[in-house]
């Protein structure tokens, strides 16, 4: 039986330390890793931590919930990209996300009269950069090529549009 | 491709230009361990608490509304009735020194507001609540961030006139205090009746005390989503095809609201709590809930037709927030706070909006008069039979309303009051000024009512 206010303490630990950056599934598995590695000396003295309810609740969740939910992720980027159609602005979306680390898992781009629009999903597992870096270059290359590029994790789509 | 490019489309449009937001993240937080013998231990204590569990708060949402790219207007807390937690206070000196250490905790962890100055005395008051209660108008005007709210009706209790004069008098006393910036004071009060115990919105945010330790709850928005959903459907469209469209905008705010609120409980460790789907306007235009009500047909909100338009536009609100989530709780209906509405304030200014029309539309939709300047002569009768009006409509119809009323210091029928920020912009609209304070000063009780022979 798993000591669930102390899975919540390591959970609230790790993420205080990692931040927002927090990889998921890393939080999980390390998480996993530190329980297991302490779990005989707490067996040991398997007293109620005491603490509260809230608390408890989380931590379960934190390792079995997470993770394994294929509703939409938490690493993949929708980026959007609307306005004038002008050579070079697929080129510079994909420079940025290549010089991040974030590999192209689905891409779409069109014309219709003079007006560009791309969408694209990208993993962002192995980003080298925090989502505020990205968007700020993203920014910065949206002002240069004259287009407005918009970067969203996917879950928020699915949640808006899947039932 | 997973998403069509409408798809897409649609949502980088409302978070981009429809001003879709969630209005508020607030961390609801049990104070009662913190209650002690001495007012200042109690206070202590609290300011520790809030200090410990909000302190990553603020930027923890940040981050998410950053990777999502949904703004996240206002990240706030509410605290158990701090009139629970005053155990030791003898005097009003001794509320105000919880008060002061509650707005400071507030301040140091950033958040712009923090509900739960609070009491519940719709059956009477206790010694602490007697003093806590003329502690309120002082501690509002003397902090920046606190809220207060005071529920004086239930459903099952009736409505406690003696609380309601009182509230009355209280008004007036903390619209003195704060005479310079307009009665700013009561823009920071409400009373209730029906007060729910999870409502993330202020000013009547508290964490009732059937709540847990602590949880996140989240009050989404998007009047501008739905205001150009409406503008733009046909104007020959149905009603029933109207309310069907409006249905499916909010399934999609309330969901983008649960993802905000599920993640940032996640992070911070705690418990989500509830989603509350109240359209919640702001100054900006567009971003309108009187918009949305004029885009229905109608040349101003206020004319006659438009309590059932709003009937129509809270029920679908809540339908399809109801299908796209389990956690709905709070309010969840349409916020008509008139100062904070573009809209309802040139509509309260060309004489189409009145305080009347304002008390009809109030049991169809939540919350009730919310931010209505009135003169500054409006006598504490007046005003508390204002509230008594209001606090009926609660109680006979089994729903939460709630009156935040300033009566703006020196200011007379058709001036302007500026509060700043979301606050907005108050136009001083007309009291009928007939006498009532025979009324007020039978005080005594109102029985609850029936709950058969329903007519």
């Not at chain 2, 302190?55 to 509410?78: C, M, P, Y």
């Not at chain 2, 910036?181 to 005390?209: R, T």
């Amino acid at each position: 039986m798993a000591n669930e206010e102390l899975i919540y303490r390591i959970t609230r630990a790790v993420y205080g330390r990692l931040g927002a950056q927090a990889d998921e599934r890393t939080v999980e598995n390390l998480v996993t890793d530190i329980y297991r590695a302490i779990e005989p000396v707490v067996e040991g003295n398997n007293g109620d931590a005491g603490g509260d309810g809230a608390g408890r609740r989380d931590g379960k969740r934190g390792l079995t919930a997470h993770g394994g939910e294929a509703e939409g992720s938490s690493d993949r980027l929708i980026v959007s990209v609307f306005g004038v159609d002008n050579p070079g602005i697929v080129a510079g979306v994909a420079q940025i996300l290549a010089e991040s680390g974030c590999s192209i898992a689905d891409i779409n781009q069109t014309v219709v009269q003079g007006k560009f629009a791309m969408v694209i999903i990208a993993d962002s597992t192995n980003s080298n950069a925090p989502v505020a870096t990205l968007k700020e270059r993203f920014r910065a290359a949206g002002d240069k090529l004259g287009v407005r590029i918009y970067a969203q994790r996917e879950d928020l789509f699915n949640a808006m549009h899947r039932i | 491709m997973e998403y069509s490019q409408a798809e897409i489309l649609q949502t980088v449009r409302m978070t981009e230009m429809e001003h879709l937001d969630v209005r508020t993240v607030t961390l609801g937080l049990s104070l009662r361990d913190c209650a002690g013998d001495s007012i200042e231990r109690t206070a202590e204590r609290v300011r520790a608490k809030i200090e410990r569990t909000a302190e990553r708060l603020v930027q923890t949402v940040d981050e998410i509304s950053s990777e999502l790219g949904i703004s996240v207007a206002n990240k706030r807390i509410s605290i158990t009735p701090a009139a629970h937690v005053a155990t030791g206070a003898r005097s009003v000196a001794d509320c105000l020194k919880l008060a002061r250490a509650i707005d400071e905790a507030a301040t140091h962890v950033g958040v712009d507001f923090l509900g739960g100055y609070s009491a519940l005395v719709q059956k009477g008051w206790t010694n602490v609540e007697d003093v806590f209660l003329a502690s309120i108008p002082e501690a509002l005007a003397t902090t920046k961030r606190l809220c207060s709210s005071v529920n004086v009706a239930t459903t099952r209790a009736g409505i406690n006139m003696d609380a309601v004069a009182r509230v009355g008098r209280l008004i007036k006393e903390a619209a003195e205090l704060t005479r310079a910036e307009g009665g700013l004071a009561c823009a920071k009060f409400v009373c209730f009746a029906n007060a729910v115990e999870d409502n993330p919105f202020m000013a009547g945010a508290f964490h009732g005390v059937g709540e847990g330790e602590a949880v996140i709850n989240v009050g989404v928005s998007g009047p501008g989503v739905v205001n150009h959903a409406v503008r733009h459907a046909p104007r020959d469209m149905p009603l029933h095809e109207l309310a069907e469209l409006i249905k499916k905008l909010s399934f999609k705010l309330a969901r983008a609201g649960e993802l905000v609120g599920r993640e940032a409980a996640r992070r911070l460790g705690l418990r989500f709590g509830i989603i509350d789907l109240s359209l919640a306007p702001t100054p900006l235009r567009g971003d309108s809930v009187a918009e949305i009500i004029e885009a229905f047909g109608f040349e101003r909100a206020g004319a006659p037709g438009t309590t059932a338009a709003l009937a129509l536009l809270t029920d679908a609100v809540k339908k399809g927030g109801v299908m796209a989530s389990s956690a709905v709780g709070g309010m969840s209906g349409a916020f008509i706070p008139v100062s904070e509405d573009a809209a309802m304030i040139d509509a309260a200014r060309v004489g189409a909006l009145s305080l009347e029309k304002l008390e009809a539309w109030t049991s169809v939709c939540s919350v009730g008069l919310d931010m209505i300047a009135v003169p500054g002569a409006t006598s504490a009768e007046t005003i508390a039979a204002i509230i008594a009006d209001e606090m009926a409509i609660g109680v006979t119809n089994s729903k939460t309303t709630a009156v935040r009323i300033i009566p703006a210091p020196g200011r007379v029928v058709g001036d302007m009051v500026e509060f700043g920020g979301l606050l907005g912009t108050a136009p001083v609209m007309a009291v009928n000024n007939f006498n009532c304070a025979d009324f007020i000063r039978r005080g005594g009780h109102i029985p609850a009512p029936i709950h058969s022979l329903r007519n």
